[in-house]
Each structure stands twice: as C-alpha cells, then as structure tokens.
C-alpha cells in the first residue's frame, strides 16, 4: 500500500505509522509503572531508617549522645521527613492532575522526583551510620563510616549521569495515551503501597513509645499530642488498605471506574491524614530533645509544607492545565 513504510522481514506483528505509535503507548505505560515500582523500593529502603530516626531520641542512649551527635540524629530525622515528603508527590499528582492517566509528563515528574529524594535519603544515611561509627569506634570512625556512605551514594546514585552517551532522547512532554481501566487499577494500588511503609514506620514508633520509660517523663499535653498522632496514623493506615477489602468484598476482583475512584480517594485521604501525623510527631520530638520554643513553630511549618507540596501545587497545576487545555479548544 502506497503512503505506509514497509515491513521489514523479522519484525514485530505491528508496523507502520500505527504500530510505532502503540510501541510507543505501550513503552509510555510500563515507564510509568516502573517509575511507580521504583519510588515504592525508595520507600521500603527509607522506611526503616524513619522509624529509628523517630524512636531514637526515646532511647536511654539518647541521653549519653553529645552535642554534635544529637544534632546529627535531628538532622538526619529532618532528611528522612524530606525524603518521605518528596515520594508523596508522585501518588498526589496521579490522582489529582493526571486523573490516574499515563502521561510522559507525569513520567518526567517522577524521575525527577526520585533523583532530588536519593539526595536527602543519602545524608540522613549518613548521618545516622556517623552517628553509629561514633559510638563504636571513636569520632574518626563516626566520621569515615558517614563519610564511605555518603560517597558510596553520590557514586553509585548520580554517577551515572556523567555518562552522557547513556541518556536517551525524552518523548515529547505533551504525550500521552488513553489509559485502560487496568492499568489505572494497578497503580493506584501501587500508590498506596508507597505511602503504607511510611505509615507503617511511624505508626510501629507510636505505639512502641507509649511503653519506654522515656514517654512517662513528657509533659502530659506532649503525650496527649502523641496520642492523636497515633490516631491519625492509624485512620491512615485502615484508609490505606480499604481499597483491597473493596476490590474483594464489593467489586469481587473486577476491575470497574467506581473502584478506580474511590482507591483514588482513599489515597488522597490516606495523604491528609499523614500529614498531622508525622507532624505531630515532630512536635513530641523536638520537645523530648529540649526545644520546648521552637517545636510548634517546626511542626506546624513542616505541616504547612506537606500540605502546599501535595495538594496546594497540585491543584494549582492541574488548574493550569485545565486552562491550557481550553486555550488549545478555543
């Protein structure tokens, strides 16, 4: 047929003007899983890391730390809440801008978004092995075992982007594809999985604090600060995994757009309730480490910005491309 390039022998099943375009769809859709799958493994690495960072000022250790090491401890707490605010991005984009759908955009915005995350993750690491080498083996010790990590991570993280003959050439920014029920499923589910293991870290640290010996020393309005921290991680933490009871109670593993929107909600409900509860604890840390003044300040900005990140500026985008859209209609 004349205006249609020819197929070459050996190639795929599909050619032609079409068949690259749904190479390309189908490419766009696993990207945009992958990058999902890969914030999720950042996640489960921070996670851990975010509860001891929680916990540690609670331990009777903690009073025999000098100076300097209680400020690492607090610097690298300060690193993880950064790293976990920065992987909650992607979910509140998703489900606020995109609709659930797979854009290269949204594809940019997540890679760009794991590279800035690796930096703070990489110096609460840090910190917390400088921390540790220093209890061990002396404060030259603390120094190199902070000192190893963090170049380790510079290396093996970002050193590939000196390779420039790596990179390959972006697809437009404005791509996109209509993307099937399925495959929104399976993200939003994906989704959720990224913000569970931050739940699930803090949520280990409050219920396990209430029984140390340090919790009884807080002053009681401190402790009942704790106390409703601890129920909003918990309501975040029921919210988060309601939508696998209703894709096997209600929908009875069928995959529909009314289990697609309320797995959307429950993720963006799961979000404002984190926020109180991570700054809560802020709050109950900083006064245990002695900064009775600052802590409300600290914990209602840091609240501020969880909230401005991950519903302000999101709906101030899709807004702005919601205007976008109308001036290409007009």
């Given amino acids: 047929m004349e205006g249609k390039p020819p197929c070459q022998a050996g190639a795929r099943p599909v050619c032609g003007y079409a068949g690259r375009s749904q190479i390309r769809q189908v490419a766009l859709r696993g990207k945009v899983k992958n990058a999902l799958d890969e914030a999720r493994m950042l996640m489960l690495g921070a996670q851990v890391l975010l509860g001891f960072q929680y916990r540690a000022f609670f331990e009777k250790g903690y009073e025999k730390l000098g100076p300097a090491e209680r400020a690492l401890e607090l610097a690298a707490l300060f690193a993880m809440l950064l790293t976990l605010g920065l992987l909650f991005l992607p979910p509140a984009r998703h489900r606020i801008v995109e609709h659930g759908g797979d854009t290269a955009r949204f594809h940019r915005f997540v890679m ?13 690491l840090s910190f917390a092995l400088a921390v540790a080498g220093n209890r061990i083996a002396g404060a030259s010790g603390g120094a190199a075992s902070g000192a190893i990590a963090f170049a380790a991570a510079l290396a093996l993280w970002y050193g590939h982007f000196a390779r420039k003959d790596r990179q390959q050439e972006e697809e437009p920014e404005d791509a996109m594809e209509e993307t099937p029920i399925e495959q929104k499923i399976v993200e939003v589910l994906t989704e959720a999985r990224i913000l569970l293991p931050g739940a699930q870290a803090l949520l280990g640290f409050q219920l396990a604090m209430v029984l140390m010996e340090t919790f009884p020393l807080l002053p009681h309005p401190v402790q009942m600060v704790h106390l409703f921290s601890l129920g909003f991680v918990a309501l975040a933490t029921v919210v988060l995994m309601s939508p696998a009871a209703y894709h096997r109670i209600v929908e009875r593993g069928r995959d529909t757009e009314r289990f697609h929107a309320f ?35 600290v914990a209602l900005a840091t609240l501020a910005a969880f909230y401005a990140a991950w519903f302000g500026a999101m709906l101030l985008l899709r807004r702005r491309r919601s205007g976008e859209l109308r001036a290409k209609q007009a």
């Fill in 112 to 124: 760009t978004v794991m590279w800035v995350a690796l930096m703070p993750f990489g110096i609460g």
């Fill in 263 to 297: 797995a959307s909600r429950m993720v963006l409900v799961a979000l404002a309730l984190l926020g109180p509860g991570f700054a809560g604890d802020l709050y109950v840390v900083l006064r245990r480490a002695g900064y009775e003044r600052s802590a409300l300040p």
